[in-house]
């Protein structure tokens, strides 16, 4: 079982910033990859950038450069600083969590969603 906890949306205007923290409490389960995902008005969910528990970190081509990922494992935090912000990331950004429970198999935990709005 797999609680997420997310904040740090909000408006900006084009090339501004925000860091949304993300924190994940976990029960008989095993965390490997933190990461962001975002879904923007009309269009899938799509990723924006993973963290293994290895350091291992995947980012989409768009956010390459612009977007940091920071993870904590020993706190199972992980955040996204988000620099250059464009009209384009606007969206809500939803924290995830893919591990592997105790009793068995792999799953998926969502955090409920942090909107981020940028604005030209």
């Known amino acids: 079982q797999v609680q997420l906890v997310e904040s740090g949306g909000g408006l900006v205007q084009a090339g501004g910033s925000l860091r949304p923290p993300c924190a994940a409490s976990?029960?008989?389960?095993?965390?490997?990859?933190m990461g962001w995902y975002r879904q923007a008005p009309g269009k899938q969910r799509e990723l924006v950038a993973t963290?293994?528990?290895?350091?291992?970190?995947n980012y989409a081509d768009s956010v390459k450069g612009r977007f940091t990922i920071f993870r904590d494992n020993a706190k199972n935090t992980v955040s996204l600083q988000m620099n250059g912000l464009k009209p384009e990331d606007t969206g809500v950004y939803y924290c995830?969590?893919?591990?592997?429970?105790?009793?068995?198999?792999?799953?998926?935990?969502w955090g409920q969603g942090t909107q981020v709005t940028v604005s030209s």
């Open positions: 995830n969590v893919h591990g592997w429970p105790y009793s068995g198999g792999s799953l998926d935990y």
């Open positions: 976990a029960s008989r389960f095993s965390i490997d990859t």
């Open positions: 963290a293994t528990s290895s350091s291992r970190t």
